[in-house]
């Protein structure tokens, strides 16, 4: 049995990196914000416009003490994350923003 190819790095969809913050009342747990995030973004862009969007949570840059992180994407998507992600107002009932 073979094994399947990889696709050559000029074929690949080149990735964007997006840093994010949180400011909110309390303290935000990882798993609850990527929760939001993905409600946020299935709500505005739909569930084609999410998948087409790529959107990969960069997991060990996010730090529980300055709430901030990382979210990649495709290089034409970026738009539409920023705007999933500042569309986010409440999560896990505290009330927050995230920024960009």
Known sequence: ???PRLLPPSLR???RYIVY???SDGPIVYTELVSALWNSSLEFLGE???AEAGIWFV???YDEKTQRGI????HDA???VR???SLISVISEAKCIVKI
Do not use: F
């Open 1 to 3: 049995m073979t094994e």
């Open 13 to 15: 969809p080149t990735k």
């Open 21 to 23: 913050e949180v400011i």
């Open 48 to 50: 084609m416009g999410t």
């Open 59 to 61: 997991h060990k840059t």
């Open 71 to 74: 979210v990649k994407c495709r």
């Open 78 to 80: 970026v738009e539409n």
């Open 83 to 85: 705007a999933a992600l």
